[in-house]
């Protein structure tokens, strides 16, 4: 399926992710255990060595960069990285026994690591080491003693073998670190977010991750949904691309489809309904919601239902649908009108069923992680559905409706809209530096 959403990470953002990355790995190398070394060679008699007690003491990556490689995933290159320990060498040689420390330099380390990106069942990233390599150039080893024409005899046999362990070593810490590290925060990614009681936003990726030579570009489902009853969305998903920009560290891309998906699941979960009674009048309003206001437009409500306090429930017959372009996001949603009087016993005796049709445009930002927005109402057109006391002029209703729509509806839609949807960021992630564009 085509995503709704999208998220590219240029190599600028990989170049800071990149810097956390190697400073974990760092830690992670520092942490090497090498084994025990034990040998023998024959000099007019054998000569017995060992090599205990190795502490590494640091491990230092000061060259390296990530680099994007088409089709196949990220590659970290590490060069002239170096790293020293300490040690403990006892030898025996016929009657000569002898002891002390060392000091151990390691240079000219390259360190080659191809790392592969998926997705898993639920839709979480996934991200492994795919090969490993480790390179180096230049071991040297420093004994105290006072012996050393006897300790020199086999520096040469333990410079190699440490240079083995290390090669060998160093992958496998990669390889757990990876394992440890990223791939546990790689899958701090949502795959859904609860937005409210109502509904939640899906983020599962639609397909593994997909590198080209200027970024990282990973699509994901960008679909709102009900909490209690989760349908098909009757309408696809077209195909999304992001505008060829490289410059900043992330861009998220989302489609009609994802703000469409959101007007379907709270219409689903029955969130688009809205009551509206006379304490919800602004004060400064020349009118109550009350039958004694509007028998002035419907004479019949004074004889069938004098003085009775009235309600309004607004709701959408169907979803709302909106559209984007370069000037933005714009709706025409319809919303029905219906006004009862409330009867004594608090029952509710059907009035009049208006229809209201109006354009909107919808203002985003993005604030602490999440999508933010705004609406402005335009002009309101309205027709009469159905009327229980009579037939009237609606246009009559003309400022009543202005009010209810400008002064009650749209502050509570606001309101919500103010509070947001999460986008999908891992763990500690924050956004700066944002700029919000409408493309078609």
Not at 98 to 114: A, C, K, M, P, T
Not at 128 to 141: A, F, P
Request: aromatic share 8%; glycine share 6%; with cysteine.
């Amino acid at each position: 399926t085509n995503p709704g959403f999208v998220v590219r990470i240029t190599q600028a953002g990989l170049d800071y992710a990149h810097q956390q990355g190697i400073a974990i790995l760092e830690k992670e190398l520092a942490r090497l255990k090498l084994p025990d070394i034990s040998g023998d060679f024959r000099l007019l008699g054998k000569v017995h060595y060992q090599i205990s007690d190795l502490d590494l003491r640091t491990f230092h990556l000061p060259h390296s960069r990530i680099s994007l490689v088409p089709n196949v995933g990220l590659q970290v290159s590490i060069s002239n990285a170096f790293a020293e320990l300490n040690g403990n060498w006892r030898v025996k040689y016929g009657l000569i026994r002898s002891s002390g420390s060392f000091n151990l330099e390691v240079e000219n380390i390259y360190i080659r690591i191809d790392l592969r990106l998926g997705s898993d069942s639920s839709g979480k990233p996934t991200i492994d080491t795919s090969s490993c390599s480790t390179r180096i150039s230049k071991v040297r080893v420093h004994f105290s003693g006072k012996l050393s024409w006897l300790y020199n005899l086999f520096r040469k046999a333990i410079e190699s073998r440490l240079r083995k362990a290390l090669e060998g070593k160093v992958c496998d810490s990669v390889a757990k670190a990876v394992r440890n590290e990223l791939q546990p925060y790689a899958q701090t990614l949502p795959v859904t977010a609860r937005i409210d009681a109502m509904t939640g936003i899906d983020y599962a990726l639609v397909a593994p991750p997909t590198t080209t030579a200027l970024s990282l570009d990973t699509g994901l489902k960008g679909e709102f949904f009900s909490l209690a009853n989760r349908s098909t969305v009757p309408f696809p998903p077209l195909p999304l691309d992001l505008p060829p920009d490289h410059d900043r560290m992330v861009y998220f891309g989302a489609s009609s489809y994802f703000f469409n998906t959101a007007g379907f699941a709270y219409h689903s979960a029955g969130a688009l309904v809205f009551e509206i009674s006379d304490s919800m009048i602004p004060k400064g309003a020349d009118f109550h919601l009350n039958t004694s206001t509007f028998s002035a437009f419907l004479p019949q409500l004074e004889t069938k239902y004098p003085n009775l306090p009235m309600k309004f429930r607004l709701s959408t017959p169907s979803a709302p649908f909106l559209s984007i372009g370069p000037g933005g996001l714009s709706l025409q949603p319809m919303v029905d009108v219906q006004a009862y009087a409330v009867l004594p016993d608090t029952s509710l005796a059907p009035l009049f069923l208006l229809s209201l049709v109006t354009n909107v445009s919808a203002v985003m930002d993005v604030r602490s992680g999440n999508i933010v927005g705004s609406l402005t109402v335009g002009r309101i057109k309205f027709s009469l559905k159905q009327s229980d006391v009579g037939t009237f002029q609606v246009r009559t209703l003309q400022s009543v409706m202005n009010i209810v729509a400008s002064k009650i509806l749209l502050p509570r839609l606001n309101a919500r809209l103010g509070q947001g949807f999460p986008l999908p960021l891992p763990d500690r992630i924050q956004l700066s530096n944002i700029l919000v564009r409408f493309h078609q």
